[in-house]
């Protein structure tokens, strides 16, 4: 029997997944982890490339180890991960600084960038689908005001689970269902739109290649891994986009709902498609060629979870282990029994969706 890995970097957890040929999974090494605040630098979420890197080789191990498996049986592997989150590398492939896709430090660059290109962002929307609020281009102008040092070193971008990919097999490259988040992209030609960068005085020849997925990479370089050299290291893509395809969401027209950190509900749409004038909705690169994703956000969703069960499950944590189940199953368990209405408690943790602009409410339970 021959064997595949997954590894998928979302918001609030990494794993690796292990899966047969015929598309059973075998596996899973499973690692929670947070994204911290820079100290003087509000509403900033940094990823810590080093402690997080050995989070994902505790992972690759634990799959492997739970399997009865050695590294030489994984036959190809890629990755997944969270979109927006951005890796920037220097000249060696040494990675220089990097944030999670919740990083929310460049309010400034954001509001200069609408105050001194007036109509950019609609302009930058209606060509990547993409508005400033999650992009990479007010990271980046943030870090070339703040940490000039840093910046001026910059060789090489791509997103978080592209620098897996880079951490194993030596190759930095993106993919255009995640790379597209940056907003540095085209929809309709999945490439880079390196005038953009240009346009605000950013470096415009920081792009790495564009593969689609599925495209071969290279093979396993990194030996701290626990893989073997001769595993194929195969381009990856956005979580939501790839988990759409597994649903077999890949024709024009199809629709899916998907659950994680955040939940996201996508439609399939020709990639000539323009985005809506309004900004509403963001629009993303399908990670099927020719076609985009139309998507909504419920924000929060998972991360919600997470908090409730930390905050007020000190209990059902007991149970769980004594059970030997997760204690999300034994709070699935009690849901179930809560009549519907929730006893008439709303829980509010974020407005509905407007894309270009962006409000939360104040957390609360009416």
């Known amino acids: 029997m021959k064997y595949l890995m997954a590894i998928d970097a979302g918001t609030g957890s990494v794993r690796a997944v292990i899966f047969d040929t015929l598309g059973n999974q075998i596996s899973v090494g499973q690692r ?179 593969l689609e997925v599925g495209t071969l990479m290279g093979s396993i370089t990194c030996k701290e891994s626990g893989l073997g050299a001769n595993t194929k290291v195969v381009m990856g893509g956005g979580d939501v986009q790839l988990g759409s395809a597994g649903l077999g969401v890949v024709k024009e027209g199809q629709v899916a709902i998907l659950g994680g950190s955040f939940w996201q509900q996508v439609v399939n749409i020709p990639s000539s498609t323009k985005p809506p004038k309004d900004m509403s909705i963001r629009v993303n690169p399908h990670v099927i060629n020719r076609l985009s994703q139309a998507e909504g956000i419920t924000f929060f969703s998972g991360l919600v979870m997470r908090w409730f069960r930390d905050a007020f499950c000190d209990a059902e944590k007991l149970e769980a282990k004594e059970k030997s189940k997760d204690t999300y199953t034994i709070l699935e368990e009690k849901a179930k029994d809560v009549p519907v209405g929730s006893f008439g408690i709303m829980p509010i943790f974020s407005d509905s969706m407007k894309y270009g602009k962006w409000y939360h409410a104040s957390p609360s339970f009416l």
């Not at 978080?160 to 190759?171: C, E, Q």
């Not at 540095?184 to 792009?207: H, N, P, Q, T, Y």
């Open 32 to 210: 929670e982890w947070t994204h911290l605040e820079e100290s003087g630098v509000p509403n900033s979420m940094s990823f810590d490339c080093e402690n997080n890197w050995a989070l994902v080789c505790e992972c690759i191990k634990e799959s492997l180890h739970v399997a009865g498996l050695s590294g030489k049986d994984i036959v190809a592997l890629s990755a997944t991960s969270m979109r927006e989150g951005i890796v920037l590398y220097d000249e060696f492939g040494k990675e220089l600084w990097a944030v999670a896709n919740v990083d929310a430090r460049a309010d400034k660059e954001v509001r200069f960038l609408k105050e001194s290109f007036e109509g950019i962002e609609e302009e930058f929307y209606e060509l990547s689908g993409q508005t400033f609020a999650l992009g990479a281009l007010p990271r980046i102008m943030w870090l070339k005001n703040n940490r000039p040092e840093v910046y001026d070193k910059v060789s090489k971008v791509s997103m978080i689970g592209d620098w897996i990919l880079a951490r194993l097999s030596g190759v930095i490259a993106t993919d255009p269902s995640n790379g597209g988040t940056t907003g540095i992209f085209s929809l309709e030609k999945r490439d880079w739109v390196s005038s953009m960068a240009k346009k605000v005085g950013i470096k415009d020849d920081i792009f790495p290649s564009t």
